[in-house]
């Protein structure tokens, strides 16, 4: 099947930056018709023309005078006007979000700017090296298992815009979830506010939780994490990581090495001591793993099961043969550009036929599914969980229950997304293998229910446990997948068909289940059978190879970004499936990789790989403030001549003055701020974005909010749950009674 859910719907893009025309990108590749319209509006940062390039496909460009004519007919007949542009300067131009909602009735409209409508940063000049600045991403990168050497050390800008790509993949996600709410005619959200500054906060899940959780502020500062090794070390010919710190991960690192004596030492006999024991551990590890080439190294490591990858330069990367296999590239208009990163039922999905520059939107509202009659909603039984709340209308997966089959990170981050948007999410655990529970910090006793990791990631989520090794608790499985409408899990494909969760069982269940998945580099081509973390993703896929330090050297973007960036994708495209399933009554499996997500995040990068253009030189400077280890980071470039100068000026100032100074003089520029500082900044305070996650085992935790408001509503989490604390709630909502229950609570299914 196809999956162009919005198809024959009409977007009205004005905007500059990346951020919100990337986001227009994604809603053309779920087949919206997208008119890109030039009103005359002042990019502050215009794109390359290699990200122009990549932005605008599929899209319809034109060219009006504002106010017009053009612009009011096309927003007649438009189902969402999407801007980069404040109110103010919108309604300038005839396109601002209130006039135009208060002039067509039937319009949704979205608006992603640098730092949101409101606030002291409102009218602050942001690009991608600021908001990196003032989010904290900045401050950690690079990032575990990577670090700086010295405390004093500046962060490091990847030339890949991550910030903008973080803006335009929240956003579509906010987007497509107002839309759904249309599609099935109820009253959703008009007005969608996103800032790109909140939208990269709320990923950095794995810089906040620690800091909330009582373990200092790590970043790109020398260290080590509490469980070891997980480390970036250099090869014979490179750089590779190195995971083993988990008890399966460290015996397959010792029968690689040969079991040498000294790594049998007791200090190294768990991942904590081995922690504990961290400067004894690296010396005679780093000294082995200089010895090896690092591709030799990589399938030695990847044959015993061991998440290893070596840094892998960004046209290498494209060059290679998987990439070419499995079709993460695709030629246009003379440029090798990101193909859409979504494969659905196992076939990539391409643009659909008759799009934009053919006259498809000639009569759009008459083609719009939003506007066109619908039959009566398929009935289905309303799933009453603990997603977000928000007022004044529901939220637009209200009634959508999710069962979550993820662990670690990025599976988990999709299904705290789609309870942010409203859907009963229940996240399916066992007390015999607490995968997302076991990293810490923890917040309190039992540790399984204060881990920062998990509760990080499962806020707005229930949880129910089973036990899948017996026959009962696979059984019971079957029949909450009856009782679901989607299904997520990031198992690898011999395991995922071990425990009977493939597409094709799965829908002989449900016949109309939503099933998403997500893997490292997907599930066919040459590196389908290998598994990566976040460090490998980075390293395989050239992020780390654009992104580098002043030495050249590849460095790794902190806070586990391709982790959530991939969550993020993957609950975009599980609203695009529900949408679909809408429309045709028919489900789906939803694929995505992690590998291009990360070409995603490099979209213009990409065509320029094998050449020195500008987009690949570095973005940003980091000038040193009169504050011990401060920064401000300033958008390049500046003549040698200038910087000087700049220099001289900023080592007198603290960073808010920095940033103010070098703002007035019309430099894009942010204060370099740690997770500390982001937790009490006052713009994201005056924004009501931080939030307290008032945790009955872990305490009050600052925590990040949700990044979209819903007509001027933020939607509010409620803490993660206690392990298996929904357990007997929702197995009455699957059809079992309490007699059925106590039979499987004795018989250890529900272990």
């Known amino acids: 099947m196809t999956l162009w859910p919005l198809r024959g719907v009409v977007v009205v893009e004005v905007a500059t930056g990346i951020a919100a025309p990337l986001c227009g990108r994604l809603l053309a590749d779920a087949g919206a018709t997208v008119v890109s319209l030039d009103l005359g509006q002042q990019d502050a940062v215009p794109p390359s023309a290699s990200w122009r390039a990549y932005l605008d496909v599929g899209k319809e460009r034109r060219t009006a005078a504002p106010g017009g004519a053009e612009p009011a007919a096309l927003l007649a007949d438009a189902d969402l006007l999407l801007t980069s542009l404040p109110h103010g300067a919108a309604a300038a131009l005839g396109v601002g979000c209130e006039q135009s909602l208060a002039a067509h009735p039937d319009l949704i409209a979205a608006c992603i700017t640098p730092f949101g409508q409101s606030g002291p940063y409102a009218a602050l000049m942001g690009d991608d090296v600021a908001v990196a600045a003032l989010s904290g991403l900045s401050d950690c990168t690079p990032g575990f298992p990577d670090r700086r050497e010295r405390m004093d050390d500046p962060p490091v800008q990847s030339r890949a815009p991550l910030t903008e790509v973080a803006g335009a993949l929240v956003g579509a996600t906010a987007v497509l979830g107002a839309l759904f709410a249309r599609l099935r005619g109820?009253?959703?959200?008009?007005?969608?506010?996103?800032?790109?500054?909140?939208?990269?906060?709320?990923?950095?899940?794995?810089?906040?939780?620690?800091?909330?959780?009582?373990?200092?502020?790590?970043?790109?500062?020398?260290?080590?994490?509490?469980?070891?090794?997980?480390?970036?070390?250099?090869?014979?010919?490179?750089?590779?990581?190195?995971?083993?710190?988990?008890?399966?991960?460290?015996?397959?690192?010792?029968?690689?090495?040969?079991?040498?004596?000294?790594?049998?030492?007791?200090?190294?006999?768990?991942?904590?001591?081995?922690?504990?024991?961290?400067?004894?551990?690296?010396?005679?590890?780093?000294?082995?793993?200089?010895?090896?080439?690092?591709?030799?190294?990589?399938?030695?490591?990847?044959?015993?099961?061991?998440?290893?990858?070596?840094?892998?330069?960004?046209?290498?990367?494209?060059?290679?043969?998987?990439?070419?296999?499995?079709?993460?590239?695709?030629?246009?208009?003379?440029?090798?550009?990101?193909?859409?990163?979504?494969?659905?039922?196992?076939?990539?999905?391409?643009?659909?036929?008759?799009?934009?520059?053919?006259?498809?939107?000639?009569?759009?509202?008459?083609?719009?599914?939003?506007?066109?009659?619908?039959?009566?909603?398929?009935?289905?039984?309303?799933?009453?969980?603990?997603?977000?709340?928000?007022?004044?209308?529901?939220?637009?997966?209200?009634?959508?229950?999710?069962?979550?089959?993820?662990?670690?990170?990025?599976?988990?981050?999709?299904?705290?997304?789609?309870?942010?948007?409203?859907?009963?999410?229940?996240?399916v655990e066992s007390s015999t293998r607490l995968v997302t529970r076991s990293f810490g910090p923890f917040g309190g006793v039992p540790t399984y229910d204060a881990s920062m990791n998990f509760n990080f990631c499962a806020r707005g989520k229930r949880s129910a446990t089973l036990n899948l090794k017996t026959d009962e608790g696979r059984a019971t499985l079957d029949q909450l997948v009856r009782s679901s409408d989607v299904v997520i899990e990031n198992y690898s494909a011999r395991f995922a068909a071990q425990l009977g969760l493939t597409y094709e069982r799965l829908r002989t269940l449900r016949e109309d289940i939503v099933v998403g998945s997500l893997s490292a580099f997907g599930r066919s081509g040459p590196w389908g059978r290998y598994i990566g973390l976040h460090s490998g993703v980075m390293a395989l896929s050239g992020l780390a190879s654009v992104t580098r330090d002043e030495q050249g050297r590849p460095r790794f973007l902190g806070a586990a970004l391709p982790d959530t960036l991939s969550g993020t994708y993957l609950a975009c495209a599980v609203v695009q499936g529900l949408a679909q399933r809408e429309l045709t009554g028919e489900g789906c499996q939803l694929e995505l990789s992690m590998l291009d997500v990360g070409l995603l995040c490099m979209g213009g990068l990409v065509p320029d790989a094998a050449t020195d253009e500008p987009t690949l030189r570095h973005p940003a400077r980091f000038l040193r403030t009169r504050e011990r280890e401060r920064f401000v980071a300033v958008a390049a470039p500046l003549l040698a001549a200038e910087w000087e100068g700049v220099e001289r000026e900023v080592a007198t100032l603290t960073r808010a003055e920095a940033m103010a100074a070098l703002q007035a003089r019309g430099l894009r520029a942010g204060s370099v701020q740690d997770v500390a500082d982001v937790m009490v900044d006052p713009h994201l305070t005056a924004r009501r974005f931080v939030a307290v996650d008032d945790h009955p085992v872990a305490g009050a935790r600052p925590a990040p909010g949700v990044a979209w408001l819903y007509d001027g509503e933020r939607p509010q989490l409620p803490h993660a749950p206690l392990l298996g604390a929904d357990t007997d709630d929702v197995l009455c909502a699957a059809g079992f009674d309490a007699a059925g229950i106590a039979a499987l609570r004795s018989g250890g299914a529900l272990a």
């Open 186 to 427: 109820e009253p959703g959200p008009r007005h969608v506010e996103l800032a790109s500054l909140e939208a990269t906060t709320t990923l950095i899940v794995n810089e906040w939780g620690p800091t909330a959780y009582g373990g200092g502020v790590r970043g790109r500062r020398p260290g080590h994490m509490d469980q070891e090794p997980n480390s970036y070390l250099a090869a014979a010919d490179g750089w590779v990581n190195v995971t083993g710190m988990t008890p399966p991960y460290w015996e397959a690192l010792l029968e690689l090495m040969g079991r040498p004596a000294w790594a049998l030492a007791p200090e190294f006999a768990t991942p904590e001591s081995r922690a504990a024991n961290y400067e004894t551990l690296m010396p005679p590890l780093r000294a082995w793993v200089k010895t090896r080439p690092r591709l030799a190294f990589f399938e030695e490591a990847q044959a015993r099961g061991l998440p290893i990858c070596p840094v892998t330069d960004l046209r290498d990367t494209l060059a290679s043969d998987h990439v070419c296999a499995v079709g993460s590239t695709v030629e246009v208009g003379g440029r090798v550009l990101p193909a859409d990163a979504l494969l659905v039922n196992g076939v990539r999905r391409e643009r659909p036929g008759g799009g934009v520059g053919t006259g498809a939107a000639a009569n759009p509202a008459a083609m719009s599914p939003l506007r066109a009659a619908r039959p009566p909603a398929r009935p289905r039984p309303l799933a009453t969980g603990r997603g977000a709340t928000a007022a004044p209308h529901q939220l637009p997966l209200r009634g959508i229950r999710v069962l979550d089959l993820t662990q670690f990170l990025a599976g988990p981050f999709a299904g705290q997304t789609l309870a942010s948007l409203g859907a009963d999410v229940v996240v």
